[in-house]
């Protein structure tokens, strides 16, 4: 009497499914990422007009002038340099970031990084524009400014500013703030709920303006999300501006952490405050012509995360890591062919 061997059979895709599943858990390890057939594709992030790392203040001499100030590097290789007022700056580079370093020091209105868009109104030649930037533990302003829009002079508008209030005395909860300023100096204020900010914790902050098909209005919606969330979520607020020719006059910058006074020679507007955000900012992107989606600003927030948790083994885990997941790969094979 014969007795056949039992065999164990294994399929082509059982094989496949086992190595992708030791794959993608070592392989991040080693600090390589992959993408395999069946998976959906990224999230495609489009390249931001600027991005600051904040990671450092470098000292830049013109080579026509011969004139040195202050510059936060554009990494994004575009040349958009971040420049600082050549006085009155307390900013300093610090260890402390969500990913490297950060810059801290935006304790008063001359205390800030800013970029000449070239552009005389962005919010009517750029009908699109995205922000986002990580920031932690703002101050105890009225307006602790976060990023804006605004003129190269105090005697033009700022067309956005972009602050978090001071906590409340009672609740000691803050509100997100949005003030949209006109050419001729109007402005308003758009509040979100008030929730708690957490102490020492890092926050991703984004906002988006879009035109609307008709006259001068502008959508915007504005999103704020803790380090330890697992998405964006949906917007802390959001909503139209009015139908006004929005500001500045005179050119617009760009600025973060710290606004000056606009409109302030001609006509005092309690509405148009400076102020400064008093904490931590960290890698700052801005997108001029773009309305990132949900999807792509979730991305950004991710990606970062991301990049902040990474590690990349010594070599010689990265070879044992690397020979185990063939070992593995041997064995199921073997098995196959038993």
């Known amino acids: ?29 080693a600090g390589i990422t992959t993408t395999f057939a069946g998976e959906p594709p990224p999230v495609l992030i489009p390249t931001p007009t600027l991005h600051w790392g904040l990671d450092a203040i470098t000292a830049f001499t013109d080579p026509d002038t011969s004139a040195t100030s202050n510059i936060v590097l554009d990494s994004a290789g575009n040349s958009n340099n971040g420049s600082l007022p050549a006085t009155g700056s307390n900013l300093t580079a610090s260890t402390n970031g969500i990913l490297r370093g950060s810059l801290t020091g935006f304790t008063s209105e001359t205390s800030r990084v800013f970029y000449g ?27 602790n400014i976060i990023a804006g829009l605004g003129a190269n002079t105090s005697s033009g508008n ?36 008030a929730f708690t900010w957490e102490a020492d914790t890092w926050y991703h902050f984004a906002a988006v303006f879009s035109k609307t098909a008709t006259k ?5 919606t504005v999103y704020l999300t803790k380090e330890n969330e697992t998405g964006l979520g949906t917007p802390i607020f959001s909503g139209l501006t009015p139908d006004t020719t929005t500001g500045p006059a005179t050119g ?62 010594e070599p010689a885990t990265f070879a044992a890591l690397c020979g185990l997941a063939g070992l593995f790969a041997t064995i199921v094979i073997r098995r196959r062919h038993r």
């Open 1 to 29: 009497m014969t007795t056949n061997p039992t065999r164990t059979t294994c399929s082509h895709r059982t094989v496949r499914t086992a190595c992708i599943a030791l794959l993608t858990t070592f392989l991040p390890l």
């Open 117 to 143: 868009t070239g552009i005389t109104n962005p919010l009517a030649t750029s009908t699109k524009i995205s922000m986002s930037l990580w920031l932690k533990n703002p101050g105890s302003q009225e307006r």
């Open 158 to 193: 700022n067309s956005v500013q972009l602050w978090v209030s001071a906590e409340d005395a009672d609740t000691h909860q803050r509100k997100l703030g949005l003030t949209w300023g006109d050419w001729n100096g109007q402005h308003t204020v758009y509040l979100s709920d």
């Open 216 to 220: 001068q209005i502008y959508s915007y």
């Open 252 to 313: 617009a910058v760009f600025y973060v952490g710290a606004q000056p006074r606009s409109y302030s020679n001609t006509k005092p507007n309690p509405l148009a405050t400076g102020g400064y955000f008093g904490g931590n900012i960290d890698e700052v992107s801005l997108w001029l012509g773009a309305a990132l989606t949900q999807e792509q600003l979730n991305a950004d927030f991710l990606n970062t995360l991301a990049a902040a948790a990474s590690t990349i083994p």
